[in-house]
């Protein structure tokens, strides 16, 4: 049994009112080396302002847990029924299943995972206990779901009207074709750092619509959908999954981190390097990564790949460059 992480304990109390950026896709990015050094920072894909507010607030509480506020925020995620792409009411696989994915990683090193869990929603807490109370890194399917009961969690139809409705539809045509950007919200990925200067983060998806049966995606993945090394930095990916696993792309950001780019220039990179395998794409991956300093970077294959950064004194909304510039 794994020894349990031990908990930040200088968190400052100091709260500020943070002030609201919006920021538009442009050649140039205009977030990078912004230096949010010694403060609070949250860093999420997609629309998802307030998974990082909550995240926010357990920070700057008293005693709080980077990897607490980490799993708090992404619950609020996938409980959302409106969001289709992240636990209740996440579109199916084609056979009617929906199959999450999700994996946690701390300042220490230390990664928590589940694939293809099936019935219980709140994925990325059944990710934290594998990290935290199991030998492992990585459960999947019926181990999951058995590990999820013996930990207490309860079981839920991961099912909508809504979801259900667009399920019915779709399997007229029975065609499977991911949207690029679909409804702004694929994974959300969450990175964040504390005063302190840790660095910790999150995914959580149900993957990509009308996949296969048995179909596990870049979400769970250590290195693909999300890689956090302490020294460096943190990384997350949302997109196409495919795209991800065959470049590990946030391993692969960390690295270039590691090597002196900045986090702007790593995920650019990343995104160059499928584009580089791959030859043009009609697909989607959007990449953020986080250093040290405090300083950001996004970067996506396509326009349209929205996230949100929070820290004590501002939010920013921004979307990120991209390396087509065609709405
Ligand atoms: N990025 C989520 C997935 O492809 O499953």
Redesign the pocket.
Known sequence: MRTRRQFNKLLSLLLSIPIVVDQCSDEKPKVDNLNFQSQNIVLSTWNNENANKIALDILQSNNAELLTAIEKAVNSVELNPDDM?VGYGGRPDRDGHVTL?ACIMDHLGNAGSVTFLENYVEAVSVARRVLENTPHVMLSGIGAEQFADSEGFAKKDLFTAESRKQFKEWRINSEYKPQINIEQH??IGLLAMNRDGNLSGACS?S??AY?MRGR????PIIGS?LYVDNEYGCAT??????L?MESCSSFLAVELMRQGMSPMEACKECVQRIIKKKGALDAQVGILALNKSGEFGAYSIQKGFTYVLTSDSEVIKGEASSYYNKS
Do not use: H, P, R, W
């Open positions: 792409s994915d694929d994974t998806t993957g990509v996949k596990v995606g870049d979400s959908g990916a949302t997109g196409l999954g495919e991800v």
